[in-house]
């Protein structure tokens, strides 16, 4: 039986998915070839390609609305960097919720004047800075959806004129918004959708117009649109499997329906958290992540019994980023409540032996 897998990324993948993706490894539609040897301009996965696109912009109902979904390389990391490349003319606004916007905005500095709006570094991003304004004159607003290290969510948007673009990595069709609120979505694959080697990017088609200076070919979007997202070698393999997921996604019912499932393991575990003496949450509670709750063990003589024990229950990364310590669980769409139920096993049977 495989492991209950609360890593945060890399993420866990439906059981199915990488049954498929393993067989297309060695013959890839009964072709007796890999899927990672055929010509990546072959229509076998031309059809991989543009299936994954057209997948992605169904989910978050985006389809024929003037949006475009891409498959680069780069990680979001890289998005930090094109995002301001691209967009960034004089000014562009930030709000700050963690370490990866933190690494956003320093990459943006390169291109610009910034606007930190808000930030919650003064409670070490415990929680979602909210009543903030942003200016009507910058280039767009950036934000973070969900923060995998310290385990926060915005659970709403600001409104606002400007255009918005936000870093979806680690909540990305976990759950039902407006998308069509936001000018450019970004999100690695590796936490959510795939394993790690590409990144979905989703752009409004129009704002492409606002793009604001020469650019180098690999980092302009419109280059990667232009060519669908052919221009170079795509990551065959991780985009495979990113559709596949999708699929799967799909075939249960989409993000109204994962979105339940989602729901229901974060608050059995936060039930357990907030009710058993032995652990206490990290964050502000009407902040917690759907899909990273972070936790933290009261009595740190205990932590020791409770790490073997959770091992023993074939429970794995569970420990959190090393930056912050304590406990990560990483409830990602393909995590099974079962897991969710093992790991609070697990916690009330430290209650009753301490």
Not at 139 to 166: A, L, R
């Amino acid at each position: 039986m495989k492991k209950h897998n609360f890593s945060a990324g890399p993420c866990i993948l439906p059981e199915s998915v990488l049954q498929k993706a393993s067989e297309a490894v060695v013959n890839f539609n009964n072709d007796d070839l890999s899927l990672i040897e055929i010509s990546h301009r072959s229509q076998p996965f031309v059809d991989v390609i543009e299936k994954a696109r057209a997948l992605a912009l169904e989910h978050l109902n985006l389809q024929d609305k003037g949006y475009t979904a891409l498959f680069l390389q780069g990680g979001a990391s890289s998005q930090f960097l094109m995002t301001a490349y691209n967009f960034l003319d004089k000014k562009a606004a930030y709000l700050n919720t963690g370490t990866w916007s933190s690494k956003a905005i320093k990459e943006a500095k390169l291109f610009g004047e910034l606007v930190e709006v808000a930030s919650s570094e003064d409670k070490n991003f415990t929680y979602i800075p909210k009543d903030y304004t942003i200016p009507s004159d910058v280039d767009y607003f950036h934000c973070t959806s969900n923060n995998t290290i310290y385990g926060t969510q915005m659970k709403s948007f600001p409104e606002t004129d400007v255009p918005v673009i936000c870093d979806m990595s680690s909540d990305i069709f976990s759950r039902q918004l407006d998308f069509s609120k936001f000018d450019l979505i970004y999100a690695g694959a590796q936490k959510n959708m795939g394993p790690a080697g590409t990144t979905l990017v989703v752009i409004k088609d129009e704002f492409l117009d606002k793009i604001c200076r020469e650019v180098p070919s690999m980092l302009n979007y419109k280059t990667h649109t232009s060519k669908d997202s052919m221009f170079n070698t795509p990551p065959v393999f991780p985009v495979y499997v990113s559709m596949l997921t999708l699929e799967w996604l799909k075939d249960l019912g989409g993000i109204d329906f994962i979105e339940g499932v989602n729901q229901k393991k974060a608050d059995l575990l936060y039930a357990e958290i907030d009710r058993n003496p032995l652990f206490k949450g990290i964050v502000n509670p009407e902040d917690r992540s759907i899909m990273n709750a972070t936790f933290e063990i009261e009595n740190s003589e205990l932590k020791n019994r409770f790490d073997e024990m959770w091992k023993e229950a074939r429970i794995n990364g569970l420990a959190g980023h090393r930056s912050v310590g304590g406990y990560r669980a990483s409830m990602y769409n393909a995590l099974p409540l079962y897991s969710v139920q093992a790991l609070v096993d697990v916690m009330k049977e430290l209650e009753r032996k301490a």
